[in-house]
């Protein structure tokens, strides 16, 4: 099984720049895809950005393009999620996901946190 953590996420400006962690306990996939995905009240889960835990594949949402950054320390289990230029629509409950096999959809996506609340003001 797999455990994962959210931190981070916090009341901020309009502007402003947050970088939301994840931390990952239990097994590990060699071939995992760690994603965010984002909620805010009344919306679909949407898909923000992912990574593979190994090798060096990456891809962001085009919202969040230019200003949000994932990456991740394997040494440390950890998946971050650097978001700059935070606009009050980024404001969503933020989800850390693994998918264990890989893959590309929501359906992918097997273990999920808790996740942490980011809240843009204007």
């Known amino acids: 099984q797999v455990q994962l953590v959210e931190s981070g996420g916090g009341l901020v400006q309009a502007g402003d720049s947050l970088r939301l962690s994840c931390a990952t306990s239990?097994?590990?996939?060699?071939?995992?895809?760690m994603g965010w995905f984002r909620q805010a009240p009344g919306k679909e889960r949407e898909f923000v950005a992912a990574?593979?835990?190994?090798?060096?594949?990456?891809y962001h949402a085009n919202s969040v393009k230019g200003r949000f950054t994932i990456s991740r320390d394997n040494a440390k289990n950890t998946v971050y999620l650097q978001m700059n230029s935070l606009k009050p629509e980024d404001t969503a409950v933020y989800y850390c996901a693994v998918a264990p096999y890989g893959g590309l959809t929501k359906n992918d996506y097997y273990y999920w946190g808790q996740g942490t609340q980011v809240t843009v003001s204007s």
């Open positions: 990574i593979s835990w190994l090798g060096s594949w990456l």
């Open positions: 239990g097994r590990t996939f060699s071939s995992a895809i």
